[in-house]
């Protein structure tokens, strides 16, 4: 075959390429940022405690955020912690997934949540406790 032959698949593969690489961008820069503060309740559904909670969100990168949690167990006991969630799926509405050591009186918690630009929701669970954070960016 000769060069001239193979130019036109050769053009058509490029013009492919770059509409999927143009199409990877959009939906990236169109993806939602959690940056920021929110604020809502944790509850578990074990034992019906229930708080108040504060979050910051900060991304660390394009498949990970670190957020601070805040809040109040038994309205006197505060609590934070820091945790690492991975994004399992990004676009309107993220998804994300992880887990956390809490320590030995705490347990390891574990954490899949969705959020989109107003709302954050997740599940979580441990050995002893399973429930829910709903924050609202604020």
């Not at 990236?28 to 229930?50: F, I, K, N, Q, Y």
């Not at 989109?116 to 709903?134: A, E, I, L, Q």
């Amino acid at each position: 075959m000769s060069q001239h032959g193979s130019r036109p698949r050769t053009g058509r593969r490029l013009a492919a390429s770059l509409a999927v690489l143009i199409a990877l961008g959009a939906a990236t820069a169109s993806a939602t940022d959690l940056s920021g503060t929110w604020t809502g309740e944790w509850r578990s559904c074990v034992t019906g405690h229930h708080g108040p909670l504060r979050a910051k969100f900060c991304r660390v990168d394009a498949c990970h955020y670190q957020v601070t949690f805040c809040g109040r167990f038994a309205k006197l006991v505060p609590f934070r912690y820091a945790v690492t969630l991975r994004i399992v799926q990004d676009g309107d509405t993220v998804v994300l997934a992880g887990s956390q050591k809490l320590g030995r009186l705490m347990g390891d918690y574990h954490y899949r949540a969705t959020a989109n630009g107003c709302v954050f929701h997740s599940n979580y669970c441990s050995k002893k406790d399973h429930g829910y954070f709903h924050l609202e960016r604020r």
